[in-house]
Nanobody
Framework: QVQLVESGGGSVQAGGSLRLSCVVS????????MGWYRQGPGKAREGVAS???????TYADSVKGRFAISRDSAKNTLYLQMRGLKPDDSAMYYC?????????????????WGQGTQVTVSS
């Protein structure tokens, strides 16, 4: 069973950048669709970005052009580079995995979840 541990969250001012990391253990992330989700206070969980086979990505409209999902297969680590952060991006961010990997992963519910890392953006 895959385990996911996120890091890299923090507090930044609007317009700033953060890079989230997710260390994957128990299996190769290449066997899974990988994704990032977030949940803000009083809001439903939202799919942010996913990464599938051959590097195909999917992004929520709200983050297109500002966020980028990527992976380092050698380190078995998933990343989310976030730029141009807005107060609305404030949320707990979760790394997620869904078996098996496929070319288009979408932003539907995934099978495995990390504990989350908090991102707070001030205006």
């Amino acid at each position: 069973q895959v385990q996911l541990v996120e890091s890299g969250g923090g507090s930044v001012q609007a317009g700033g950048s953060l890079r989230l990391s997710c260390v994957v253990s128990g299996d190769s992330q290449n066997n899974y669709c990988m994704g990032w989700y977030r949940q803000g206070p009083g809001k439903a969980r939202e799919g942010v970005a996913s990464l599938g086979t051959y590097g195909r990505t999917t992004y929520a409209d709200s983050v297109k052009g500002r966020f980028a999902i990527s992976r380092d297969s050698a380190k078995n680590t998933l990343y989310l580079q976030m730029r141009g952060l807005k107060p609305d991006d404030s949320a707990m961010y979760y790394c997620a995995a869904d078996w098996p990997s496929r070319s288009s992963c979408g932003l539907d519910d995934f099978d495995y979840w990390g504990q989350g890392t908090q991102v707070t953006v001030s205006s």
